[in-house]
């Protein structure tokens, strides 16, 4: 890749780390820039006019240009590797299972992770009391789905790797910092495993 790639980031968040685990699996470096979200550093007027509009990290940047959203830069960086299937059903069925993540697990595991080990529970405002329970519920379900997945499967999608594992770790790893209890689900175990033990893995900042 001939364009110098920075990646607007916040160490500690898997959003983040997605990005930085599909770079490191192909071979990819990228110029790190950091931001304390619990100062507010994505929502200055500077990053909303010249970084994301959305005001969040990652955003992976391009030469000149900006790319939010992380599975939006994990296929960018995974483009033309094994890490997307060549398969057009199997690519598409990547692209269902990052799409499951964005939907059903990210916003109830990594919320919860967020607002239990970052915020903390004395500090959550009531909006956020109340909803506590509803995503343990939908966090739990989609533990549950993807270990029901894996216990027939190594990978999510075919028969190695693809940007759909490195998306779905990213936050399944760490949810026992959510309270969520992974003994529970073997086969979800087994895969992280298989993930950690890969020679191109590199861990967690978080
Ligand atoms: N769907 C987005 C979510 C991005 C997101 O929520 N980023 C959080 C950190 S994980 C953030 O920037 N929070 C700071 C803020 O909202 O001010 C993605 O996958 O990249």
Redesign the pocket.
Known sequence: MNERLILHE?AA????Y?VRLTAAQVGISLERRE?D?MK?E??TPEFLAGVDA?????VLQVGDRFL????A?CFFLADGSALIPADPFDRADMLRWMFWE?YHH?PNI?TLR?WLRYIGIDALGEARRLQLVDKRVAGLAALELMDRHLARRNWFVGDHMSIADICLFAYTHVADEADFDLELYPAVIRWIERIMLDPRYVPFEG
Do not use: L, V
Not at 68 to 71: A, H, R, V
């Open positions: 916040h968040s898997g959003n983040c997605k931001y979200i507010g994505t929502r959305n005001g969040r990290i990652p939010p959203e992380s599975n830069a964005q990210e990594a967020f």
